[in-house]
């Protein structure tokens, strides 16, 4: 058993350079033909789908119990599935928001907006790290704070006579 625990022969290290060398622009070429989306964490389908390319890609490499067919099909089957919830959410409102979630305020109106920070596990220090972030240093500057659907912070700062409309269907 110790003799194997750093080389196991030249056939593993061998299938591993030739299913990477298929895998991977086989995965690459997937995800040029359906869309941008696929790389971007708008919402928790989008990230599960790129947290799964990693582990099936991970798996068709370096396990000799898949083969590269089956690896091809569960990659261009995932592609597949979230091409069309992605087209579906487009097309679709009831479907967009059954699957999407939805920004809230946690600040308006010089006040956090507790329960929706209560909600979201949320705490006050880390929306000041934000704020400072963005070069602000007092909240008397900020017109609102939002939780994007994709769990990312939006600080909108004050502007006298400007609209508001970036912030309709904002809960």
Request: aromatic content about 10%; hydrophobic content about 45%.
């Amino acid at each position: 058993m110790l003799d194997t625990i750093l080389f196991d022969g030249w056939k593993s290290v061998l299938r591993i350079a030739i299913m990477s060398l298929l895998a991977y622009p086989f995965l690459i070429v997937l995800l040029r033909n359906f869309g941008k989306r696929s790389l971007t964490n708008i919402n928790i389908f989008d990230f599960i789908i790129t947290v799964t390319y990693g582990a099936t890609l991970g798996s068709v490499i370096t396990s000799d119990k898949v083969s590269f067919a089956d690896g091809a099909m569960v990659l261009f089957m995932l592609s597949l599935m979230q091409y069309i919830v992605s087209k579906l959410s487009v097309n679709s409102k009831n479907f967009a928001q059954l699957i999407k979630a939805h920004p809230c305020f946690i600040y308006r109106n010089g006040e956090f907006i507790e329960e929706n920070m209560q909600k979201y596990r949320i705490r006050k220090n880390d929306v000041r790290g934000k704020v400072r972030q963005q070069g602000l240093s007092s909240f008397e500057q900020v017109e609102a704070i939002v939780l994007e659907g994709d769990g990312s912070v939006s600080i909108i700062r004050k502007e006298e006579g400007l609209s508001q409309d970036a912030l309709e269907n904002v809960r």
